[in-house]
């Protein structure tokens, strides 16, 4: 009878030694990603707070009637802004955790939750790709 | 059982339908990336060369288009190198699902640990340089 731990030519695809080697390694350069991005959304987050103050006045001396709908659209801007690269972050740092925990405690729950979250991520980037290469193209256009 | 296959399953995870479910969802959502990606790149480089024409004749602007353009052109050359591996990590993981070829899913995540150690190094690359930057202005105006 065939153990569990020693893989069969019935058993189809495994995480192997190197495999799980370069997933290790990803994770551990995902970590580090998504932490200098906490950083940078703490950062805007509080520049954000801090320079509000002064753009309001700087806004109603530039556009005395459209001061208002002005600084709604800034704010605005910066609330989608913070909610996409926030959740890239959520989910590039779930996996990095998961993965890692999925293979270190040689746990499949866990390393498929890591493997959904870095899929989520990319769905996020892919549909923000999309966004990004149709304002380019619509720049094309308009040259 | 040869001692390199049964050092080939260290890890104990295996790659089950959760995993390929998740695995080929991810693979076209890069490869949507990194196609995205490309298309911008070329769009990018042409408003940067056809771009700008009003900013008019003389030395002045086409040094400002020069450096834009050589902007535009290092940007090109590390996204470009960034997203080739993000499209090889779709191409051989999808390979590797399709199947059932271990060798292709190990070189996929091998170049998704490449696609996230380049940008994790950029991050460094760009910290570094913005301390330096920050330094040096401090000395500036300490003066």
Not at chain 1, 66 to 79: K, P, Y
Not at chain 1, 115 to 139: E, M, P, Q, R
Not at chain 2, 1 to 28: G, P, R, Y
Request: aromatic residues 12%.
């Amino acid at each position: 009878m065939e153990s569990n731990n020693q893989p069969s030519i019935f058993k189809d695809l495994l995480v192997t030694h190197t495999m799980g080697n370069h997933i290790h390694d990803t994770t551990k350069w995902t970590r580090f990603i998504s932490i200098v991005f906490i950083v940078c959304l703490s950062l805007f987050l509080i520049l954000a707070i801090v320079a509000g103050a002064t753009i309001e006045p700087a806004l109603a001396s530039t556009f005395p009637g459209l001061s208002n709908i002005m600084g709604s659209v800034i704010l605005v801007a910066a609330i989608v802004f913070f909610l996409v690269f926030g959740a890239l972050t959520f989910f590039l740092l779930r996996f990095a955790l998961l993965a890692r925990r999925g293979l270190e405690m040689r746990n499949q729950t866990l390393f498929n939750e890591g493997l959904k979250s870095l899929k989520i991520y990319f769905i996020i980037y892919g549909v923000f790709s999309i966004l990004s290469l149709l304002t380019n193209a619509f720049s094309l256009f308009s040259l | 059982m040869d001692n390199q296959t049964q050092q080939d399953d260290l890890f104990d995870v295996e790659v089950d339908s959760i995993s390929k479910k998740h695995i080929s969802e991810m693979a076209v959502w890069g490869k949507i990336v990194a196609i995205s990606a490309f298309i911008s790149y070329g769009l990018s480089l042409v408003i940067a060369i056809f771009g700008n024409r009003s900013a008019g004749e003389g030395f002045a602007a086409s040094t400002t288009k020069l450096s834009s353009l050589a902007g535009v052109l290092i940007t090109l050359i590390i996204g470009v190198i960034i997203n080739i591996y993000l499209f090889k990590f779709s191409n051989e993981v999808k390979n590797g699902i399709d199947g059932t070829d271990q060798g292709s899913l190990e070189n996929g995540f091998n170049s998704l640990r490449i696609y996230f150690k380049i940008i994790g190094i950029l991050i460094i690359i760009f910290i570094s340089l913005m301390v330096i930057a920050l330094l040096l202005a401090r000395g500036v105006t300490g003066l």
